[in-house]
């Protein structure tokens, strides 16, 4: 999530998601609305020297169907799994011959989201 991004679709007044740092509020609507066609999914992660925190959740036909899931630094990861790899499950990624969900979608390739974009000019 950007500041850009974050900036353009708060919506003020409205809920937000319990227990994420960056979600703008409103966005919980706008991600159920989003699955009405399949499911959509929220995410975070925030690490620094190779600990970190995670959260996730998933909506689909409006409703949601994972989480909210939250891992603190220094907790280990459930049986199922980090919260974002079962979030990442929930919406059809297979780990394969990878360590998880996450390595698999290949989401450590970058350390920030705006490396995820293409340059401006």
């Not at 994420?20 to 706008?30: C, D, I, S, T």
């Not at 009405?36 to 992660?45: F, K, R």
């Not at 994972?66 to 919260?83: K, R, W």
């Amino acid at each position: 999530m950007t500041n850009a991004l974050f900036d353009a679709v708060t919506v003020a007044g409205a809920p937000e998601l319990a227990g994420f740092w960056k979600a703008p509020a409103g966005l919980g609507r706008v991600l159920a609305a989003c699955s009405a066609t399949g499911p959509a999914a929220y995410i975070e992660a925030d690490y620094f020297g190779g600990t970190g925190t995670q959260s996730a959740q998933v909506w689909d036909a409006g409703k949601v169907v994972l989480g909210p899931l939250h891992l603190g630094e220094q907790e280990t990861f459930a049986a199922g799994g980090s919260p974002i790899s079962q979030a990442l499950r929930r919406l059809g990624a297979a780990r394969g011959d990878h360590i998880d969900e996450f390595d698999a979608v290949g989401l450590g390739r970058h350390r920030h989201t705006d490396d995820w974009l293409p340059p401006t000019s």
